[in-house]
């Protein structure tokens, strides 16, 4: 268009050459000229200006891996809110059984599960919901936040259970929720605050990401998750340490003034990972909700409208939990895990102590990517009744077969037996009880997301 304008300008100043002398031609000429080139280079600037947004528009998200660096990479500040949103996954798992027990228990009820608790009965373990904006420290993002929803019969065994959640319904549904920073102190220090499951145990709450379809009771009996801060630190590759200070076990409310406390340490190498922790806390409340206050309870302290009273003594004795669990990938396709744990309470700080101690042993065999097989033993001692309150001791086996119908799709069909030395475990007869519970488990679990990995 300027090159258009510029012969049309030489075109007439060519006619009106024959009224002027040479020397006022050439000096309209000139002038004529060096506007047209001033107009040129403003052009040429406003489309240089307004390239690179269009060019970050559909090319970006068509191929990322050669989209042009963003400003946060070619500055060093910050991402923009829009990249931060951009790095968000949303996922989505739904998990399903059926299993049945042949004691042929009367309710249908499948003694010491954490999950698989009915039997006979097509059930919902899980439907739960992942919205994750994790940590990226290659675009020099230090912050990131987690929040897990769930839904269904595995709620009621994970979440709020009343006699350690003092209001338990309110947060039923959320099993995680937390924020994240890394302190950029040395390596790292990743400082998390808020809701999040559990390291103790080797077991996960996600069935996809597990070996079994059942729990170990180690998973039932451990903590689930805690309420508080937690700080992890990296001095080498290799190596991870831990630290938390928490509400206490299963208590997004605390119950008592008292924090508990975990340290712990990782070894991670190319086929052996080894974790261990050591608990210390203090499990007695220190008050109780009236839910039918009468008259006499007018003018005692209230949360949120429901009015309490203070124990007085309370009980002050010390939970102390020792943990500690490996992992050996022998080859390829062999992994075995072992497990011991040895936990101790006291109602007082000189009562006679409540021990629970034992552990379980794993090992999976994967025969092709699709199609693996895993068998688990495990014995727990429950002196005291801590557990399964009744003194007995607890021995189950389990036999797993894996299909990876494809990704997104699992298949677990799954034999396992569980033994006591004690008659407990319920028959098809009220009040005969046996020393032997045997289960048949199939288990579908769907899922979906941009979240890579386990969860």
């Known amino acids: 268009m300027v090159m258009r304008l510029y012969l049309s300008v030489l075109f007439l100043c060519g006619s009106s050459s024959l009224a002027q ?13 060096a506007l047209v080139l001033k107009l040129q280079t403003r052009v040429d600037q406003l489309e240089a200006a307004h390239v690179p947004a269009r060019a970050t528009v559909a090319p970006a998200a068509a191929a990322p891996a050669t989209a042009a660096p963003s400003a946060a990479q070619t500055t060093g500040s910050s991402p923009s809110s829009s990249d931060v949103l951009a790095g968000t996954t949303v996922n989505f798992l739904i998990d399903t059984y059926y299993a049945y027990n042949f004691n042929a228990p009367i309710g249908r009820v499948n003694l010491l599960r954490a999950f698989d608790v009915s039997s006979n009965a097509f059930s919902l373990n899980q439907a739960t919901v992942v919205l994750e904006n994790a940590v990226d ?32 319904a309110i947060y039923r549904n959320v099993f995680q929720a937390y924020g994240t ?6 390596s790292g220090l990743t400082v998390d605050f808020g809701k999040w499951a559990s390291s103790l145990g080797y077991e996960t709450n996600y069935t996809k ?20 801060a937690r700080l992890t630190y990296k001095p080498k590759d290799w190596l991870s ?12 409310e605390p119950f008592n003034a008292y924090k508990d406390q ?17 608990y210390r806390g203090q499990e007695h409340p220190d008050f109780f909700y009236i839910t039918n206050p009468g008259p006499d309870d007018v003018g005692l302290p209230a949360q949120q409208g429901t009015p309490f009273l203070p124990i007085r003594p309370a009980a002050d004795g010390r939970l102390h939990i020792v943990d500690t669990y490996a992992s050996w990938q022998i080859t390829p396709k062999l992994l075995v895990v072992g497990e011991a744990d040895y936990v101790i309470q006291r109602f007082n700080r000189n009562s006679p102590p409540f021990r629970t101690t034992g552990g379980a042993a794993y090992a999976q065999y994967e025969f092709t990517p699709r199609y693996a097989v895993a068998a688990r033993s495990e014995y727990l001692s429950d002196r005291g009744g801590m557990f399964s309150g009744t003194t007995q001791a607890l021995k189950e086996v389990t036999l797993t077969f894996s299909q990876r119908v494809g ?15 004690q008659p407990y475990f319920l028959s098809d007869r009220l009040g005969v009880l046996k020393s032997q519970q045997t289960t048949a488990t199939l288990g579908l679990v769907w899922w979906f997301g941009a979240k890579k990995g386990a969860w």
Not at 211 to 221: E, K, P, Q
Not at 244 to 251: A, D, E, H, K, L
Not at 411 to 421: G, I, L, T
């Open 21 to 33: 002398d040479s020397a006022d031609l050439k000096k309209e000429i000139s002038e004529l000229r």
């Open 137 to 168: 420290l290659s675009r020099k993002k230090r912050w990131g936040a987690r929040l897990d929803l769930q839904f269904g019969q595995a709620t009621a065994t994970l979440q709020g259970n009343p006699l350690n959640e003092p209001r338990a």
């Open 181 to 186: 920073y890394v302190v950029p102190f040395g």
């Open 209 to 228: 990401d597990q070996m079994n379809y059942s729990r170990s009771y180690w998973f039932n009996f451990l903590p689930f998750y805690h309420m508080g």
């Open 241 to 252: 340490v831990n630290y938390w200070i928490v509400n206490g076990t299963q208590q997004t």
């Open 262 to 278: 975990n340290v712990a340490f990782t070894v991670q190498t190319k086929k052996v990972s080894w974790t261990a922790n050591y």
């Open 407 to 421: 990704e997104g799709f699992l298949v677990k069909e799954e034999y396992r037996r569980d033994f006591s030395n």
